[in-house]
């Protein structure tokens, strides 16, 4: 496997349920990063990891929790969640928070909240 | 207002066509711009990368950049199908934190 890997692709959950995301890296690469995809709206950085401390929490809210390991592997922990937080949530990873320009991103986890 | 605003279309033209895309911005302080493809269920996939002002060309893809206006671009010659996706643009300070646009959707038909 190369690049980045997020699963699921999809996920359907009720309000009350306790669900997690995951993206691997297979880049060799130090930060990773957790991203918001809302239609019609710009990309939401949440979170950033660089060699498994966090960085960077961009006033997201508490439910919507993340973990990350080890450099190669990043989860995304969700309870209590909200209907408008459907969306996609892409994990991204780069050589170290200042490289922008080698973020590559995974597929996306499309997550619908009912 | 918007720190990023873009133009979210969307956009059809035949194969061949010439597609134009372009993204206004208010922080002054923006140095590196960047596009950005991305297919239907698909996360993006860096097109263009550009540091302060002028213009870059790879292949069928030219970006520009005009800080004094604010203003970026990207062209896209020769369309193909295969060029039909979303293109978010995108820029930062110091290339860390990015500011991206909303995206274009585009569709080229054969």
């Known amino acids: 496997e190369t690049g980045v890997t997020q699963t699921p692709r999809h996920l359907v959950m009720g309000m009350t349920n306790k669900k997690s995301l995951k993206c691997e890296q297979h880049?060799?690469?130090?930060?990773m990063y957790w991203y918001k995809q809302s239609a019609k709206k710009p990309l939401e950085l949440m979170f950033v990891y660089n060699f498994k401390e966090q960085t960077e929490n961009n006033s997201v809210p508490s439910r919507f929790s993340p973990e990350c390991p080890n450099s190669s592997h990043l989860f995304l922990h969700l309870h209590t969640l909200q209907p408008e937080d459907s969306a996609l949530y892409l994990c991204?990873?780069?050589?170290?928070?200042?490289?922008?320009?080698?973020?590559?991103f995974g597929s996306g986890t499309q997550l619908s909240v009912l | 207002q918007k720190e990023v605003e873009q133009d979210p279309g969307p956009l059809s033209v035949p194969e061949g066509a010439i597609v134009s895309l372009n993204c206004t911005y208010s922080n002054s302080a923006f140095q590196y711009f960047m596009w950005y493809r991305q297919y239907s269920r698909k996360g993006p996939e860096l097109l263009m990368y550009?540091?302060?002002?002028g213009n870059k060309e790879d292949g069928r893809f030219t970006a520009q950049v005009d800080k004094s206006s604010k203003y970026i671009s990207l062209f896209i010659r020769d369309s193909q199908p295969s060029d039909s996706a979303t293109y978010l643009c995108a820029m930062s300070e110091n290339d860390y934190k990015l500011s991206f646009g909303a995206g274009t959707t585009v569709t080229v038909r054969a």
């Open positions: 550009t540091y302060s002002s």
């Open positions: 880049l060799g690469h130090n930060a």
């Open positions: 991204a990873s780069s050589p170290h928070p200042r490289d922008t320009e080698k973020l590559f």
